[in-house]
């Protein structure tokens, strides 16, 4: 599966952002989609996970709340909408796609990445 991630830009501490990821190639097997992201300096980190039905998910502490991870497996997209952004959570955000029906959010069982979309969030 090919993944084209979008929607990243500047935004002031507590806007909103919806980050998008677009899939193609194979996906008729059942995939897990995590977003993950980097700042400069830093480790990639997880932020949020979602099975191929949609129905479960999963988040890192830090988001909780504020981030929800959604998809559309007819238009073959998932979304991440961001809101009440903090300037902590400006990075790099990647999508990711893992064939498999597991709650997956460690970013080396992943085998496919976007090309990455920047978040800068100002004070």
């Known amino acids: 599966v090919q993944l084209q991630a979008s929607g990243g830009g500047l935004v002031q501490a507590g806007g909103s952002l919806r980050l998008s990821c677009a899939a193609s190639?194979?996906?008729?097997?059942?995939?897990?989609v995590g977003w993950f992201r980097q700042a400069p300096g830093k480790e990639r980190e997880f932020v949020a996970v979602?099975?191929?039905?949609?129905?479960?998910?999963n988040y890192t502490d830090s988001v909780k709340g504020r981030f929800t991870i959604s998809r559309d497996n007819a238009k073959k997209m998932v979304y991440l909408q961001m809101n009440n952004l903090k300037p902590e959570d400006t990075a790099v955000y990647y999508c990711?796609?893992?064939?498999?029906?597991?709650?997956?959010?460690?970013?080396?069982?992943?085998?496919?990445w976007g090309q990455g979309t920047q978040v800068t969030v100002s004070s």
């Open positions: 979602v099975l191929n039905s949609g129905r479960v998910t």
């Open positions: 990711a796609a893992a064939y498999g029906l597991g709650i997956y959010t460690v970013a080396r069982v992943y085998d496919y």
């Open positions: 190639g194979r996906t008729y097997t059942p995939y897990t």
